[in-house]
Structures are given as C-alpha cells and as structure tokens.
C-alpha cells in the first residue's frame, strides 16, 4: 500500500472589511476571512508521486472585540484526526496595540505540543504574512503536517488549489503506442480528476488493446486510485465506450458521486432522462441505467448499488 503524507494549510487571510482590505474597528468587530485546505502527498518508494487538495473550508468569520478580546476557533475532522486553528486578538484599553496570538494544532485528541505565534501591531488592516507550521505527526504510513497563515487578504485563487490528475505513471500493459496515446487522451478526463480530488492520484495504470474493427484498435484502460477504487474506459466496435468509476466499499457521499456523474454526462453531450430507470437486479448488485432519449447516441447513465450502497458511477455513449 502506497503511504502518503496529508499537509493541513489554514489561510486566515486578511482583516477585510467591505470592498477593502481594512479592519472595521468602528463598530469593534474584526473580519476575516479564512480558508482551510487540506492537501494530501501520496507517496511511493519513498518519493511522492502526486499531489492532491482534498477539500477546501472557507468562511469569513467575525471577531467581535467589543469586551477587549476576540478569538475564533475552529476545529476540522478528516480520516478520523481532528485539526485545529485558533485565532486571538486582544487589546487593551491603555494601550494602542493589538495583540495578535496564533495556533495550529493537530492530533487525535488534540493533546500534541501546540505551535504558536504572537505579534503586536497597531493596525490590523497592514497585518503581515504571517506562518505557524505545526510539527509532523504520523498518520497511516505517512507524515501529515499542519499550517496556519494569517495575514492582509492574498490573490489565492481556489481553484489553484482544487485536484489536478498528476498522471505521472506508466501504463503496464502490450503495445506501448496505444497505451500513450490512450493515457493522453483520458489524463484529463473529468472522472479521474474527480477520483483524483477523492481518493489522490492514481496509483497504477493498464490496459491492453481487445479487437480490432476498420483498421481501429479496440480496449480498456484503468486508473487504480486508493481505497480501492478504480477508473475504466472501454471501447467496444463499431462505436460503443463505456466510462466508469468504481468504490469497491462504496462511495462515502453518494449525493455528490450522483450529482458529479450528471454533470459530467451533460458535459459529454448527453441528455439524460434521470426519470424512470431501467432496473436490473442480480443478487446483492442492483443497476439503475437512465438513458438519453437521442435517436442513435446510445448513451446512458448508471448507478451500480451493493447491498444497497452505491459503487459504481459511469455513462456510455456512441464514439
């Protein structure tokens, strides 16, 4: 199993107020905005093959600093470990500073040395950059590491932060051409970036070339990922593909894998009817196939259930 280092990066970015970078002290209420992002290293070999951000928390938070003091503290579970940053300002009445005290902190139960920074300043709204990085702590394998930034707001752009593919891998398998040249075309491919945001980057890749049709190569490629999933695309003659992404133990938010393969069957050009699904049942494996109505795309979506839990998202649509 590969191991993996999860870095926990807290942005509490800027006191802002408005359409400005100021703090609004008129009324004794701080604002701040704060991002937390938690970004995951999968490791192989001892070297990482990939980096993922697996969610992102962002909220703009009040501190109220009528009483002299105000302190913001927010806790986040991901994997079972508990994550914590915790944000105070203080000022007293006799004195023109402010106090600014920060904290990360991570661990099962919270009870690890916390890192801690303080500084004064006079004006909040030219607070500098500042980073508490928390001490390493072992974590299923691998390392993960906490850090807290607080600060004037910066041009982070989310969606810098989202999951990319990172597709650094070589496909096993016969005829190396077609492994490539399939490789590039679905590196990208909106389901396994998707998976990628889930469960990190792939870890392993095959496939292999199954038929032949009008001097056309036929087959199916996989993108293993952890947590035993996996992601296929087949091709069948004359003009069949079939794209899927499976959890062997079940997706854990089935809304959002629901809601995900709609969107990226729409995307694909399908219409899909999400009324009235053909229903096939064999044993514990119930399949809900909802088909797009087009005379001649052939496409369909489908919904694998497992003793009643969701496993398996794909569509399939002419080529």
Same mark, same amino acid.
């Given at each position: ?19 400005? %970078? ?63 940053? %915790? ?6 009445? %006799? ?225």
């Amino acid at each position: 199993m590969l191991k993996y280092i999860l870095v926990l990066g807290v942005f509490a970015v800027g006191c802002a107020s408005t359409n400005t %970078d100021k703090s609004s002290t008129a009324n004794n209420v701080v604002q701040i905005s704060r991002y937390i992002t938690i970004n995951t290293c999968y490791t192989g070999q001892g070297k990482c093959i990939g980096r993922t951000v697996k969610n992102i928390e962002e909220a703009n938070i009040k501190l109220d600093m009528q009483q002299g003091t105000a302190r913001d503290i927010y806790k986040l579970e991901d994997e079972g470990i508990v994550f914590q940053s %915790d944000i105070r300002i203080t000022k007293k009445a %006799d004195q023109d500073e402010y106090l600014v005290y920060i904290m990360i902190h991570s661990g099962d139960r919270l009870n690890r040395e916390a890192r801690i920074r303080t500084f004064k300043i006079k004006d909040l709204s030219k607070m500098p950059i500042t980073r508490v990085l928390d001490k390493p702590i072992k974590f299923k394998g691998g390392t993960l590491q906490a850090e807290l930034v607080v600060g004037p707001r910066m041009a982070i752009h989310i969606a810098n932060h989202r999951s990319q593919p990172n597709i650094l891998l070589t496909c096993q398998g016969q005829d190396s051409g077609w492994l490539s040249e399939k490789k590039e075309a679905l590196k990208n491919h909106e389901l396994i970036k998707y998976a990628s945001s889930v469960f990190g980057p792939a870890t392993g890749c095959s496939g292999k070339v199954i038929s032949h049709f009008e001097n056309r190569k036929f087959g199916e490629m996989t993108f293993d990922f952890n947590r035993k999933a996996f992601f296929k695309s087949e091709a069948f003659p004359p003009e069949v593909s079939m794209l899927t992404l499976t959890v062997e133990n079940g997706f854990s938010n089935e809304k959002e894998a629901i809601l995900k393969i709609q969107e990226v069957a729409k995307n694909a050009g399908l219409k899909i009817k999400m009324n009235k699904p053909e229903v096939k049942k064999s044993g514990a494996v119930e399949t809900k196939t909802y088909w797009d109505p087009s005379e001649g795309v052939n496409g369909r979506l489908f919904l694998v259930y497992k003793n009643s839990k969701l496993t398996s998202i794909g569509y399939g649509m002419a080529l």
